[in-house]
């Protein structure tokens, strides 16, 4: 039985750390108070644009300012990589996993948390990529907006658990290609776009969305590449949270079907997404037009 819903939803409510029936994360850094990265979690997601609203629109909204330093930046400064922080027994990498990949399997006895192998539609590339756990160069989850990005546009000014709910928020991690992912490292939109030009509107709504809930800022030139994809796709919606919290606005209409989807290089759309619409998904596993 697959527990993806209820995973994301949890995602979106950060708790303290736990390793019940998963196989434990990286715990080199200490968690913050549970307490406090749920209260930032739920600052952002009150702070996030609506579902649906125009990315163009988001992005005017976003302060334009120069890169601050990277001076004191370290992964370890955004909490622990890929633990339980939400209490629901499966580490945040297996979450997105779940979410994302198709077909998967899991380990016996992690109660559906451990993925063991799936297919994944890449959105960076375009591929087709079979995952299998342990083969290390397959498929990473990738912060869509960098965490030293993030942290030179504002959260260098945060404290641990704002930066931890960041680092964990289901909206800025995607499971993509491993060498695309290692391509990309921490560049903004203005070094780096994904291989695939259908997915690039897609890729920069979403930067967009989380740099709007979290109140970063983005760059002359961030901003400047931002908008150029955009003047392809000016109607272009900031993605729903994941949780499923807000509804998507009446205003955006489901696509017709996959072809339309892919056309707008909205696909894969995940339940709740803009666009989204439940005949699309045929085998009723939360993805449509993978």
Not at 232 to 258: F, L, N, R, T
Request: hydrophobic share 40%; charged share 20%.
């Amino acid at each position: 039985m697959k527990h993806r819903s209820t995973r994301l939803a949890a995602l979106a409510v950060l708790a303290v750390l736990s390793t019940a029936g998963c196989e434990p994360g990286q715990l080199g850094a200490t968690a913050p108070a549970a307490e406090a990265v749920s209260e930032a979690a739920a600052q952002a997601s009150a702070s996030a644009p609506p579902a649906g609203q125009s990315a163009v629109a988001v992005l005017a909204t976003l302060a334009v300012k120069g890169r601050a330093p990277k001076t004191g930046y370290d992964r370890d400064q955004f909490g622990p990589s890929w633990s339980d922080v939400d209490r629901n027994g499966c580490d945040t990498r297996n979450d997105v996993l779940a979410r994302d990949l198709t077909g998967e399997t899991f380990k016996p006895g992690t109660h559906d948390c451990v993925v063991v192998s799936g297919t994944l539609a890449d959105p960076y590339t375009g591929q087709t990529i079979a995952f299998q756990k342990g083969d290390g160069a397959s498929v990473d989850i990738d912060h869509v907006v960098a965490l030293s990005n993030a942290w030179q546009t504002g959260a260098f000014g945060w404290d641990e658990a704002r930066r931890t709910a960041l680092a964990n928020d289901p909206m800025n991690l995607l499971a993509v290609d491993y060498s695309a992912n290692r391509q990309k490292g921490d560049a903004d939109a203005a070094t780096w776009l994904p291989g695939a030009t259908s997915y690039r509107c897609a890729y920069v709504a979403r930067q967009v969305a989380v740099k709007s809930a979290y109140g970063l800022w983005v760059t002359p030139a961030e901003h400047d590449a931002i908008a150029r994809v955009l003047d392809g796709c000016p109607g272009e919606p900031v993605p729903a949270p994941v949780d499923g919290s807000a509804e998507p606005s009446p205003d955006v209409q489901p696509y017709a079907d996959c072809a339309a989807a892919r056309a707008a290089g909205a696909a894969p759309l995940h339940r709740g997404d803009p666009g989204w619409s439940d005949g699309m998904d045929g085998d009723g596993d939360g993805v449509a037009c993978e």
